[in-house]
């Protein structure tokens, strides 16, 4: 059964940085397509950023030059890491996880507060 721990969301003032990490068992990110998606309250959810399992990359206009997704295989772990924060980046932060190509995981989420 795969499951996928979020953590490392808070409270941050503008322009400051955050390191989210999502913790997987049951299955390798290595070899799954992996992403990070928000859900502001009022809004749908959205992609921030994915990578694939060949290491390709992919990020949400609004975070591009400030947000950085990676991955540690030997940890089994994908991070999200958030610099320059601005209020509009508040939102749960969720991990998914994609098998093939119709089969998602996600967490639980983890909330992030950006204050102005």
């Known amino acids: 059964q795969v499951q996928l721990v979020e953590s490392g969301g808070g409270l941050v003032q503008a322009g400051g940085s955050l390191k989210l990490s999502c913790a997987a068992s049951?299955?390798?990110?290595?070899?799954?397509?992996m992403g990070w998606y928000r859900q502001a309250p009022g809004k749908q959810r959205e992609l921030v950023a994915s990578i694939t399992y060949y290491g390709s990359t992919n990020y949400a206009d609004s975070v591009k030059g400030r947000f950085t997704i990676s991955r540690d295989n030997g940890k089994n772990t994908v991070y999200l890491q958030m610099n320059s924060l601005k209020p509009e980046d508040t939102a749960v932060y969720y991990c998914?996880?994609?098998?093939?190509?119709?089969?998602?995981?996600w967490g639980q989420g983890t909330q992030v507060t950006v204050s102005e």
């Open positions: 049951g299955s390798s990110v290595s070899i799954n397509n």
């Open positions: 998914r996880l994609t098998r093939g190509t119709f089969v998602n995981y």
